[in-house]
């Protein structure tokens, strides 16, 4: 895209995304000096002309997830005062996410007061992937484009040429998600249906679905501490699974989820890179692959006011 006029800006948060994204669309990342006080406030400045350019401007909020909200809110307002044309904010990873409804009395909708923030500063558009909950986009006025991993994950399914596939939802909120996954990969479908039979007893977690023999993908959004996903992965093993795959396009993986999900005899954990997986955590079964190429379409279109409406596929 050399000669455009478009800005691609990084937090942060997952400046190797960033870097990727910037490489597809041939353009160099924007300059900025993020720092910090020795009190712990944050300090921005862009260090190139922005005025009248269409900026983009790519932070996932994952942890540390203030530090990060507040930094890419911030960016958004120096490069307003610097006099953008327009400021589209790229978050691979909307954290606080799973917070998008009254769950009890008296509680916040986290994911609304996240949204209201970003929208103060006057974004022309939000970019998102995968979100906890659909309605999240509706919490904004602006238009939110909210990509999916689905593509990214097809092609490497297939190109794997399992026999005997399964698509195991680790929940029944799950479930759709995995059958409309599972058709993509011509894969039967599994639920796990987790019950407290009564009070203080453990939880069993059910199989519907014939998986015996079978290669099964546990599916979901994203692995925080893992801890439900590597109980359905022994269940899986337990009525007779031939291997256990995970795919999820969030990698939080926060408290043991490191140490779970090694001693989980998974043959391979798949994530995307939405939140920045540090070396400590690279173990021998992760797979990571690379959204950068998706959200770098999406830009380019944005960009050039064409329609991405079929990187939603």
Do not use: W
């Not at 000669?3 to 900025?32: D, Y």
């Not at 005062?81 to 986290?110: C, F, H, L, N, T």
């Not at 391979?268 to 955590?281: A, G």
Request: glycine share 6%.
């Amino acid at each position: 895209m050399s000669g455009s006029n478009i800005a691609v800006f990084s937090g942060s948060s997952n400046r190797t995304i960033a870097n990727e994204i910037c490489q597809e669309l041939g353009i160099a990342p924007g300059k900025i000096n993020l720092r910090k006080f020795s009190d712990g406030e944050i300090a921005v400045k862009i260090e190139e002309n922005v005025r009248g350019r269409d900026v983009f401007v790519i932070q996932s909020t994952s942890a540390p997830a203030n530090d990060n909200l507040m930094e890419l809110l911030l960016i958004m307002d120096a490069l307003r005062r610097a006099s953008a044309k327009s400021i589209s904010v790229v978050v691979p990873y909307y954290g606080y996410g799973r917070q998008d409804r009254k769950a009890e009395p008296r509680v916040p909708i986290s994911a609304r007061v996240v949204a209201d923030l970003i929208e103060t500063l006057g974004p022309t558009r939000v970019i998102v992937m995968d979100l906890h909950a659909d309605q999240i986009q509706g919490f904004f006025k602006v238009p939110v484009d909210n990509l999916h991993f689905n593509p990214v994950l097809v092609e490497y399914i297939l190109s794997k040429k399992f026999d005997d596939l399964v698509i195991v939802s680790p929940d029944s909120g799950g479930a759709e998600r995995a059958r409309s996954f599972g058709k993509k990969v011509n894969a039967t479908l599994a639920i796990i249906d987790k019950r407290r039979p009564k009070a203080n007893v453990s939880e069993v977690m059910n199989v519907i679905g014939e998986i015996e023999g079978k290669n099964c993908i546990l599916l979901d959004d994203m692995i925080d501490t893992a801890g439900t996903i590597c109980k359905a992965a022994d269940a899986l093993l337990k009525n007779g699974a031939k291997s256990v795959y995970c795919a999820a396009t969030h990698g939080v993986l926060s408290g043991e989820a490191i140490d779970r999900l090694n001693s989980t005899p998974f043959t391979e954990v798949v994530l995307s890179n939405t939140i920045e997986i540090p070396e400590s955590k690279k173990i021998t079964k992760l797979k990571t692959l690379s959204v950068a190429p998706l959200f770098a379409a999406a830009i380019q279109r944005i960009s050039t006011n064409q329609s991405v409406s079929d990187l939603f596929i």
